[in-house]
């Protein structure tokens, strides 16, 4: 394998684990407002992911990072092209952290209330915008011969990238759903068990829609041909596993399923689009690939040897805070005021 | 405006308002994990209420530190795609371990602290917080990996019109770096230590756990003593490696038109960009062979000379930064690192004449220098950063070529408002949040018994 191939796998590696991490804390602040019946409730909920939010999300930071070492040209493209979808997603991870951190400082109503919409509207746009833009992303750009992103933003709009941010959305919300079942007590458990289960139907719906679509609007099937293969049914298998997990009561099982519907589905469009990374709609000639996408390879060797060394040591001690938090969050827990 | 100033405008606001948070989270880190250590050491419980008050308003902080920093890491590519393409082989490298060795280790490590007071054998928390602190500093090391680079770029070669890496240690090594990492991490020692000071000493005026705030006061007048010493030294290394490596900017900081064998240093100048003249000077004989040399003979050359080389090497052109904005920038810089000094060894003599409670004009002063800290760290970054143009790296991009084609001036203008209108409302909201909890003093603790930093 060359080293170009490697970052590449690595890159996926960060975007995939940043969508399983960071969606179920996106699907948290998404149910807030609907599962809580009362303060105490909201303050629950957002404390189940209370410690782990903001390490999930830097491995976004890191993904980026990584992107502008290993593919200059990728970023450089792909970020100058998402201008306006990206400085939404910004603005909403602004926010986002800020009503986190500061909801329950004050304890004013209108404050609350104005972190409580910062939560929300900070995890919808992202769980919603960073579909659209990998749908897009595998749909192909009209990217010209100097590598740079030709079109407007109603190409960015269009009505399958739309789709795409569908089902990041409301695949995101069940995962999040799920997870709260395993960090909730009482009657907010049962309430959030139900919804998760309401949730099965529809969103198989929308997924299923997508995915036979995407052989008509993406490259991907070019790839595949029309029996899709293994990835994108182990991803098919594990949503199914979902309701059945649910209905036998095994919530952490459920989730590992929804995670794995995550992580298959995201491979299956980072296999799709291998050794493209930014395919254009203009002229084949115009695409980015890994190769002319990428940097030196003694670049690409000195940041093999760091991920080779730290990732490991990363998720030992992502790993462990997630055990030291293990025990659910209940009412009890939440102080008075 | 066009396209190339909008993102300028953009990069500078969004950089500035992200450096008011950075250098307080570098320095406040290192004080809250030295206060929690004070506690673990004696079991005062004193220290711990000092741990809990300032971990408070840290926490505050270093959540505007994030948000705007995640901005920063993005922002390259969406306004500066081409700068991004020509330097992407070097300038990805430090950024992606920043994310690798630093981030992971604040984030993870500081929801530990925050919520582990209840979970964490004590020096396990205790160490928690050392990491935070350690990673925090140590992803200014590699951010400013990244910038002295693009002031002094070494390692690299010139491949299809881009910078290879060539050399990683000699990128590791930069000359700039090892000047400018110490100063800038100094820097934001001072500006966190002129925050405990300053609330402090807000707290003994008004006569709130006076007692308490004084223990906090002394350690950080000894903190920012010898930082703000250590800064003046630092910054004078790196002024003598700036006249070796970016002459045009030493001469930019001085206002200096023609080259002057011994020169002296200028202490106020009206300067006058577009006739190239310095009037109204006031003039320091020797002074500036003595900062720029260390000697009070050498030859430091002037900006027409240097106008004039940099046309024969890379064609004509304007090569001259804003002269008069790096001059004054180098001015309030130096000037408020000096008052710096003088307050903390103010405040050291005080404390030896067991008058430091006492001394109502010493504490309000002190109270202003939490805010004079933010001026003197921007003022510095404008003479880096305004003192390089017109290139974004130095002698091999011009700012102007780095910018992205693609995005239209009337996006710019959106994302410009929108970071702008959303960072206004964030400062009130944390200014307000320190002032609040500032004003409440430390939280009462009670022997044996924990609770969490804060609960969301």
């Not at chain 1, 975007?15 to 991490?21: H, K, N, Q, R, S």
């Not at chain 1, 969103?203 to 052989?215: D, H, N, P, R, S």
Request: proline fraction near 4%; charge should be negative; include cysteine.
């Amino acid at each position: 394998m060359d080293l170009q191939t490697f970052w590449f796998i690595l890159i996926a590696v960060l975007f995939i684990g940043y969508f399983f991490l960071e969606g179920f804390d996106f699907g948290v602040g998404i149910l807030m407002p609907f599962v809580s019946k009362d303060e105490v409730d909201r303050r629950v909920t957002i404390n189940t992911i209370g410690p782990f939010w903001d390490a999930n999300e830097v491995w976004l930071i890191t993904a980026g990072g990584a992107m502008f070492a290993a593919f200059p040209h990728w970023y450089a493209t792909l970020f100058s092209g998402f201008y306006l979808p990206l400085f939404l997603i910004l603005l909403a991870l602004i926010v986002r952290a800020v009503g986190f951190e500061f909801r329950s400082k004050m304890k004013e109503k209108w404050w609350r209330l104005t972190a409580d919409h910062f939560i929300f509207w900070g995890s919808v746009l992202p769980a919603f915008l960073w579909g659209v833009a990998f749908t897009n992303i595998v749909i192909g750009l009209p990217i010209g011969e100097d590598m740079n992103f030709t079109g407007t933003l109603p190409a960015l709009l269009n009505p399958y990238a739309l789709l795409g941010g569908l089902v990041s959305l409301v695949m995101f919300t069940l995962h999040g759903a799920i997870f709260l079942s395993l960090r909730t007590t009482d009657e907010l458990k049962v309430r959030v068990e139900k919804t998760a289960k309401m949730m099965w139907i529809p969103v198989g719906v929308i997924l299923l829609t997508f995915a036979l679509l995407g052989y008509r609007q993406t490259i991907l099937f070019d790839e595949f041909g029309i029996i899709p293969g293994t990835l994108p049914m182990i991803a098919i298998v594990s949503f199914v596993a979902v309701i059945v997990f649910m209905n036998i009561n095994r919530y952490g099982y459920a989730f590992a399923a929804t995670g794995a519907t995550i992580v298959f589905g995201s491979l299956v469009v980072f296999q799709g689009m291998f050794p493209l990374v930014m395919p254009s709609s203009l002229d084949p000639d115009f695409h980015l690939t890994i190769y002319n996408a990428s940097s030196s390879d003694l670049t690409l060797t000195i940041m093999s040897v760091l991920a080779i060394i730290f990732v490991p040591i990363i998720l030992a001690y992502q790993g462990w805070s997630y055990w030291v938090f293990r025990e659910r969050v209940t009412r009890d827990a939440i102080p008075r005021s | 405006m066009e396209a190339l100033e909008l993102a300028r405008w953009q990069f500078g606001i969004t950089t500035v308002y992200h450096f008011i948070f950075v250098p307080l989270t570098l320095g406040l880190s290192v004080l809250v994990a030295i206060l929690q250590t004070f506690y673990y050491r004696t079991g005062d419980i004193h220290y711990k209420m000092l741990t809990k008050y300032f971990g408070k308003l840290f926490v505050i902080i270093f959540t505007l530190g994030i948000v705007t920093g995640i901005v920063q890491e993005f922002q390259f590519g969406m306004n500066w795609s081409e700068y991004s393409r020509f330097v992407g082989d070097i300038f990805g490298i430090p950024l992606a371990i920043e994310a690798l060795t630093a981030f992971f280790i604040e984030s993870t490590f500081l929801g530990l602290w925050i919520f582990g007071w209840t979970r964490l054998p004590k020096a396990v928390h205790l160490a928690c917080i050392w990491l935070v602190a350690i990673a925090s500093n140590l992803s200014a090391i590699w951010i400013l990996m990244a910038n002295s680079w693009m002031q002094v770029p070494v390692g690299y070669e010139l491949v299809g019109g881009r910078a290879e890496l060539a050399d990683f240690i000699a990128i590791l090594l930069n000359e700039r770096l090892l000047v400018q990492m110490p100063h800038t991490i100094l820097g934001g020692f001072i500006t966190g230590g002129m925050l405990v000071l300053g609330l402090s000493a807000w707290m003994i005026i008004r006569n709130q756990q006076a007692e308490i705030f004084l223990k906090s006061a002394k350690i950080a007048l000894v903190f920012t003593a010898v930082a703000s010493l250590l800064t003046a030294t630092t910054g004078h290394d790196q002024a003598q490696e700036t006249v070796k490596t970016q002459p045009m900017k030493m001469a930019a900081m001085e206002g200096l038109w023609e080259t002057e064998q011994p020169a002296s240093f200028s202490l106020f100048a009206v300067i006058n960009q577009e006739e190239g003249t310095s009037s109204r000077e006031i003039r320091l004989p020797y002074m500036l062979s003595v900062l720029a040399h260390n000697n009070l003979t050498s030859e430091v050359r002037g900006m027409n000379d240097l106008q004039a080389e940099m046309e024969e090497k890379h064609g004509p052109g304007d090569y001259l930064p804003p002269v008069g904005i790096v001059y004054w920038s180098f001015r309030i810089m130096v000037g408020l690192g000096v008052l710096f000094i003088i307050v903390a060894f103010w405040g050291l003599w005080l404390w030896w004449k067991g008058k430091l409670q006492d001394n109502r004009l010493f504490l309000k002063t002190s109270i202003v220098m939490i805010f004079l800290t933010f001026l003197a760290n921007t003022a510095g970054w404008m003479v880096a950063e305004m003192g390089r143009q017109p290139w974004v790296v130095y002698e091999l991009l011009l700012t102007a070529d780095g910018v992205s084609p693609s995005v239209f001036k009337s996006s710019i203008w959106i994302t410009m408002m929108g970071f702008t209108l959303v960072y206004g409302v964030l400062a009130v909201a944390a200014f307000y949040l320190v002032w609040y909890f500032g004003k409440q003093g430390a939280p009462e603790e009670e022997e044996g018994t924990e609770t969490n930093l804060h609960t969301y």
